[in-house]
């Protein structure tokens, strides 16, 4: 365990864990406040249908559809070579999990973040411009603190899902995060049970003290 | 609240991200009728032979199998367990109810090597070997919590006192099931073992831990990505999988509609 390796590994599972759940929830919530508060009935529906499939079609062939994307004849730059800009080399590196992982998990954090949204009475708002809040003012002080358990929500399934995925980092990356070091010493060629074992406590102990800290935000609820 | 601009950016941002969700999952549906082997964009041509290599090959076939029945026992077992706990938790107060539904929501909360590795210890020091059925107690885990969730959402919107009306109308407690509560629940059921279904049959990491040497049609595609063998296959096989999701999510969906299944929660 106080091998460098390992250690580098967790942080590295940590790390980029942490970097998709804040950037899911970047693309999720102007995304989720359109959906719930500005869009017709009728769109609302169509967008939550087209959050939907995706969620539950096939997770292998969406990151299988990015390991053909990003790959160096894929369809990114083909792209970029015919708008005329210099191809890039991202595939199999740690960007190209962070943008594999940011896809596949959005869902995830879209849904619970327009629920929050959507629960939150029109009465509110308009109290607080009765009351002369302007438009950022009301934002800040009265939408914003109230879809937050529905962001914390939503931040368990991309953290925790991240931290126990070995299926990214095999198929679009070129380093190793913590479910592959589990990985192979349960089922490959390095057999050691035991350290596979204590190896996983880590995202055991951290997603522990990130559920009671979520379950503090009054996260629960917002599931 | 929100000014005309702020309106105008926010559909912008909506159809972006509608774009990013989407065409990842329309190129590899291109992909499957890709007349080339070699799998570089634009693709060469069209073409529907892979289609039928797909179909005719043995160990594919086998593998859609294995998760068919898979899928099948484990929606089987999470909807008979996944019923009992919502009604237990949403209709009576006993010591531990709150530890119950916390543990019962644990597995999608977790990671999975997490519960993958739990498995496959707890399997082989129990020196039991992988089967069909470490698959399926694998597979449970987390559909049990679809099921869980679907009921007890229908349960919450459901008032006690219509089963109240129907047992002071004389029925007895197997009536009272029979015609008012699950009539009632029915629909929330049908849901949730689509989804617990849906869920089975895409599931990879767990059934890792929990396969031994047999191959589901996850584990199939999985292996071949990573080896890059028979990806024309594994594109057409994709496919398939993509289109048959768009059925159960969409009915799901529409049955639920008052309660909403959102998320796989």
Known sequence: MNNATYRTIALRTIGIAALVTLTDALIAFPFAYYMARLASRRTRTLLFVLVLLPLWSSYLARIYAWRLILAHDGALNWSLAKLGLPTTGVAYTNTAMWIVFSYVWLPFMILPVYAALERIPDSYVEASRDLGAKGWTTFRRVVLPLALPGVVAGSIFTFSLTLGDYITPTLVGNTQFIGNVVYRNVLGLSHDLPFAAAYATIPLLVMGVYLTLAKRAGAFEAL | ?265
Do not use: K
């Open chain 2, 1 to 265: 609240m929100e000014t005309r601009g702020t309106r105008f950016s926010l559909a912008v941002w909506a159809a972006a991200v509608v774009f990013f969700l989407w065409f990842p999952l329309v190129l590899i549906c291109l992909y499957a009728f890709n007349s080339s082997n070699i799998q570089s964009w634009p693709i060469a041509g069209f073409t529907l032979h892979w289609f039928s290599v797909a179909w005719h090959d043995t160990e594919a076939r086998s593998a859609l199998w294995l998760s068919l029945e898979a899928a099948l026992l484990a929606t089987s077992v999470a909807l008979v367990l996944g019923t009992m706990a919502a009604f237990a938790v949403s209709r009576f107060r006993f010591f531990g109810r709150d530890v119950v539904s916390f543990i019962v929501v644990l597995p999608i909360a977790l990671p999975g090597v997490i519960t993958g590795i739990a498995l496959a210890s707890f399997f082989s020091f129990g020196t039991i070997t992988f089967s069909l059925w470490t698959i399926v107690v694998g597979h449970a885990t987390f559909c049990i919590v679809v099921v869980y969730n679907n009921v007890v959402a229908r349960l919450r919107r459901t008032q006690t006192s219509l089963m109240e009306a129907s047992m002071d109308l004389g029925a007895d407690g197997w009536q009272t099931f029979r015609y008012v509560t699950f009539p009632v629940v029915s629909t929330a059921l049908i849901s949730g073992a689509l989804l617990a279904f849906a869920l089975s049959f895409d599931e990879v990491i767990v059934t890792t831990f929990t396969a031994g040497a047999q191959n589901t049609l996850p584990l199939w595609i999985f292996g071949n990505i990573r080896l890059g063998q028979q990806l024309p296959e594994v594109n057409a096989v994709v496919f398939v999988i993509i289109a048959a999701t768009v059925l159960p999510v969409t009915i799901a969906q529409r049955l639920t509609s008052d309660t909403g299944i959102l998320r796989r929660t």
